[in-house]
């Protein structure tokens, strides 16, 4: 581990400041996947139902709305892809319809792209598959040296973990992409009360509470820190104002952990919190405020029964 490792440089930056953060990029090694895959499961968290209930009835009308013709060769990129439980219903639905595409999973995590590439290939052995490995920022440049149509899909609101400045510039950098009327299919959790929001992120039976206190299990098994897991609670924030859910682990008690590989101490008072995660909700004018001057607009929006979720076409 070097001062240039990354995950060394953002917790010493973020134990540094105050108040504390880290970001919740780093929830995601091993452990954080699996955890992941069960909040998914859980009946608190109705973000995956709710989009794979779109996925599932209406699939047909969202690959209309791609407005591709079967016989012209495509792209299907998927950034972040995740387990491909919903995109699942996508690809059957185009293979029935005889559509001629190559589907490109994008992820960083090497472990989530071949649990999906074998997922996929079991379930439809036609299915001609390019997973591509590493961060989707970084990886937009090399997706578009081909010149095959495009169509990118970034579902279960994982641009609501980027502050708005930031999903700004991350639609404007794949708007800069895209040619005209190629798509974005974006998938995003919309703004609704506190009293199905929070849940979501403060289950009963304590998966998210574990799933970010794992973060203090990898800072201490990567770090060499001494993070005692019993000294932090999850501590979940959200109003219907402000639309975002915001996750922080606060310290039961005042402290002072090791880190070894900074070779430094960090002071917690009792109460004081590390900020880790933002999952904004959204509305049109909210994404419409994103999308200022990107030259995407929205063509479609496709919606649960409850209307909690929706995803958007975005066409250039
Ligand atoms: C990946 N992302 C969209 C999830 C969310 O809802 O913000 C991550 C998550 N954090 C806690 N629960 C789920």
Known sequence: MTENDPFLRDVK????????????????????????????????????????????????????SF?????????????????????QYLLQTLLEKNFKFKYIPVDISKNSLSV??????????NLKCDPKQGDYFQ????????????VILFIGSSLG???????????????????????LLLGLDLLKSKDIVLPAYNDAS??????????LRRINRELGADFDLENF????????KEGIAKSYLRSKKKHSVFIKE????????????????????????????????SQLEITRKFLDSKNFFADYILTK
């Open 206 to 215: 304590g998966i998210t509470s574990a799933f970010n206190l794992n973060l």
């Open 116 to 125: 999906i590439t074998e997922r996929m290939q079991n379930l439809f052995p």
């Open 262 to 293: 900074l070779e430094e101490y960090f002071d917690f008072e009792e109460n004081e919190t590390i900020h880790t995660e933002i999952s904004r909700k959204y509305t049109d004018e909210i994404l419409q405020n994103l999308l200022k001057d």
């Open 13 to 64: 930056a973020g134990l540094s400041q105050n108040p504390k953060c880290i970001s919740s990029h780093y929830f995601y090694d091993k452990a954080g996947d699996e955890l992941f895959q069960q909040i998914m499961e859980m009946p608190e968290y109705y973000l995956t139902n709710a989009e794979l209930e779109i996925f599932s009835q209406q699939s047909e009308a969202i690959i209309q």
């Open 139 to 150: 990886v937009l440049d090399q997706l578009f040296s081909s010149d095959k149509p495009k």
């Open 67 to 87: 407005e591709i013709s079967n016989t012209e060769e495509f792209e299907l990129i998927e950034l972040g892809a995740g387990d491909g439980k919903k995109t």
């Open 233 to 240: 609670e999850h501590a979940p924030e959200y109003t219907e």
């Open 161 to 183: 973990n980027m502050p708005d400045g930031i999903a700004a510039q991350f639609l404007h950098k794949i708007a800069a992409h895209l040619k005209k009327n190629e798509k």
